[in-house]
């Protein structure tokens, strides 16, 4: 039997309505594979950051390091600047445990009311089946730069984009890797038409990583055309290689392609696991509809199920995403942002009635 200790971030507004259905799916299918979770939750969150003035202690990166993986809700409301709620607790773990695979899976269920089924009749909208490998650590993403002269007529901000060999080398061939286990194509996302220096160097340090695959096919698209590529010919990608924030772009797009990005997961990976690696859903905190129990548990779920992917236990893994699958298809218990109208808990329980 395998017992695993996670840490539980749950975070703010609906962050904290998605890991209990999230926690409920993992013992439920942990009991059917011998695996077992102790968990720890950690109150850090903005809510904290009001009462104490930090997100969270500050020893907290010690306080979850030796944990076999890291689940989080979301993080940021009102109050509290997001780049204040980000900088302090999302960004460090990612950085602290060298997360720098930020994998994103993106499925078309049956059953899920997507924009492309209106927008295309013809389409089945069964093949859309790809997975965004976003680059987690440097990028656009960078601690270089500031505002300045704040109030003056000379005020300006500026951030300098960080791209090292290293950091292009070590995503590019994650990516390359995972596609000789799926269908070998990769897209790397770039942009490198423009007056943009980094991207160019992107180029290079991908297509020089490539030679070592030779058994994947490649290619280069530019971010603008990409974009519009996914939304007309989703089924068209495989694995798609990104910067930090053009990967967080493409991202949503590509869940709100599917469906919602509320069932869209994400896994913050430390491939050599060495640090614990983080899951959590992709979409954040949602203040519009915080607290009133409709939030679509299945990002959460889905993440869990990544997790137990990442542990060692990928039957279990690919059961959560059957349950899913199956709930989906049903079209009865689905949450608004899928066209039902259940609430959290009545598709929580459709999907744990699966795995039971
Ligand atoms: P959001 O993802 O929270 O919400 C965008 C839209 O999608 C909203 O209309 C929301 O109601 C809907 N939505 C999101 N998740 C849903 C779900 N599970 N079920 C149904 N509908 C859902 O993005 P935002 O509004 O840009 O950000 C809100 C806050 O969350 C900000 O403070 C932002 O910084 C933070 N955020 C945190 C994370 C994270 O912790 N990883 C990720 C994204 C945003
Ligand atoms: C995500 C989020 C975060 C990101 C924000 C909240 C900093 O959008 O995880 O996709 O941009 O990485
Ligand atoms: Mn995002």
Known sequence: AHRYRIALIPGDGIGR????PATAVLDAVGRRHGVTFAYDGFDWSCERYAAEGSMMPADGLDRIRRHDAILLGAVGWQGVPDHVSLWQLLIPIRREFAQYVNLRPITVFEGVPG?????RPGDTDGGVDLVVVRENSEGEYSEVGG?????????????????????????????????????????SATKSNGIVHTMPFWDEVVASRAEAFPGVRWRSEHIDALAAKVVLDPSSFDVIVASNLMGDILSDLAAAVAGSIGIAPSGNLNPEREYPSMFEPVHGSAPDI???????????IWSAGLMLTHLGHPEA????????????????????????????????????????
């Open 17 to 20: 309505e998605v890991i209990p």
């Open 317 to 356: 893994g690919d059961e959560v995403l059957a349950a899913i699958r199956d709930t989906v298809r049903s079209g009865k218990t689905l949450t608004r942002d899928l066209g039902g109208t259940a609430g959290t808990d009545e598709l929580t329980r459709a999907v744990l009635e699966r795995l039971s």
């Open 115 to 119: 924009p492309l089924r209106a927008a």
């Open 147 to 187: 505002r300045f002269g704040r109030g003056t007529a000379g005020e300006l901000a500026l951030q300098e984009a960080v791209f090292t060999r290293a950091g292009v080398s070590r995503i590019a061939d994650y990516a390359f890797d995972l596609a000789t286990r799926r269908r070998g194509h990769v897209t």
């Open 290 to 300: 915080a607290g009133k129990g409709v939030a679509n548990p299945l990002g959460a």
